[in-house]
């Protein structure tokens, strides 16, 4: 049924039939326009076209845009975080977001990015899920974590072939911390027996270590050419690489304290020591007595650079077991080490007082530095906890005494 403007009425059955009314019109031009005009809906029609037109927003609003990204862009974001991230909690608090996240979080190209910072672990905190994500990341060729777990199995879980391994994995990819620890590892004969030392191979791991930049490898260096000690003894050449590295650790400490603002004065003045070296070397008495850090054999007075976590883990480790890796064993007394003895009489002693021991010289020049210069005191004869003499041995270089020189 139609009325005069030309509506129509809805049918009873027909809720969603909708007429239109064309109406012919003459513009100005004379020419014929259609124009149409939407019929009026009863309430019963009106009701139905919202429940559809509901029916289609909350369809729309179900779709979740997050579920559309592509895997590969979502871990190319998770790389880039893991990388940058400035401890362990920044990148675990990113894969739990959500459950797509916490698997793409686990992906080895993510994991193979992250950053040292990631692998700053406690002893306290050590647990079997810390272990297989530290194993997931070296699997993953991660030299960090390598060099991490690799350093906590050799020590602390005296896993000796699996952290020997691993730290050797960190060196393949030019990782110097890793490098100079198998150096130590060579020089001492951990764990194996006096005989297993290999005195050549520890001074190539330490002249590869020094050539990327670690300070103390080339100091290490420096002694064992002064010393001919696993290598031809250059006096000259050596004295070249200990002044180089008191010129590297310097620059070092000024480059921080420029950023930090700290007044640079003070590092770069010295005084005469008021009363010559114990044991100077016999042919450089003439520069070890001079007073100049540059010059000498232990470096500047400068703070003590920061402690690597995993040194940090092996001392809050043996901390947590009244100090002591076993009967008859020593702990390095440089406080930034933690490294153990594998076996007794392993490291050399101070040969002055006999009271510290070192795992290497570069544990010995830092220590020497920040502690043990004011305590050195000499004994006409030192023993050992059980009342022994200490092993034969040369001054420099041997098994259990180490000259402060």
């Not at 009873?12 to 909708?18: I, K, L, N, P, Q």
């Not at 603002?261 to 009363?275: D, E, F, K, N, Y």
Request: with cysteine; hydrophobic share 35%.
């Amino acid at each position: 049924m139609r009325t005069r403007g030309g509506v129509c009425y809805p049918r009873v059955g027909g809720a969603g039939d909708v007429c239109f009314q064309k109406k012919r019109k003459k513009d100005f031009a004379g020419e014929r326009c259609v124009c149409r005009k939407r019929n009026k809906i009863s309430p019963e029609t009106t009701t139905g076209g919202e429940r559809a037109s509901s029916s289609s927003s909350s369809s729309t609003a179900s779709v979740d845009l997050f579920d559309s990204l592509p895997d590969d862009l979502l871990i190319l974001i998770l790389s880039k975080l893991s990388s940058t991230a400035n401890s362990a909690s920044d990148f675990i608090s990113a894969s739990i977001t959500c459950k797509r996240l916490n698997g793409l979080a686990l992906h080895s190209l993510v994991v193979s990015k992250a950053s040292p910072k990631t692998f700053v672990l406690k002893a306290k905190n050590w647990s079997e899920s810390a272990h297989r994500f530290l194993k997931l990341c070296a699997d993953a060729g991660n030299v960090e974590a390598c060099y991490t777990l690799g350093m906590i199995r050799f020590y602390c879980l005296q896993n000796r072939g699996s952290g020997a391994s691993l730290m050797a994995k960190a060196a393949i990819g030019s990782h110097a911390p890793a490098l100079y620890p198998l150096a130590v590892i060579q020089f001492n004969g951990s764990g194996g027996s006096k005989n297993d030392k290999d005195l050549r191979a520890g001074v190539a791991l330490c002249a590869r270590a020094a050539f990327l930049g670690h300070i103390d490898a080339l100091r290490e260096l420096g002694h064992c050419l002064q010393d001919g000690y696993g290598v031809r003894q250059n006096i000259t050449e050596g004295r070249r690489f200990l002044v180089q590295a008191n010129a590297r650790e310097l620059a070092a400490v000024l480059s921080s304290a420029a950023a930090s603002g700290v007044p640079m004065r003070q590092l770069l003045t010295w005084t005469p020591l008021p009363h010559p070296h114990p044991h100077p070397h016999p042919q450089l008495g003439h520069l070890t007595g001079s007073g100049c850090p540059l010059l000498s054999d232990f470096g500047c007075n400068v703070p003590a650079p920061e402690v690597h976590p995993a040194n940090r883990f092996l001392g809050e480790w043996f901390a947590a077991r009244d100090g002591s890796p076993g009967p008859g064993l020593r702990l390095c007394s440089h406080v930034g080490c933690g490294r153990p003895e594998t076996r007794r009489h392993e490291f050399r002693r101070c040969s002055v007082c006999g009271a510290v021991n070192y795992c290497s010289r570069a544990c010995q020049a830092l220590d020497w530095k920040l502690r043990h210069k004011a305590e050195c005191a000499a004994v006409e004869r030192w023993v050992d906890e059980e009342g022994d003499g200490a092993d034969d041995g040369p001054v420099n270089g041997g098994d259990d005494e180490m000259a402060e020189s």
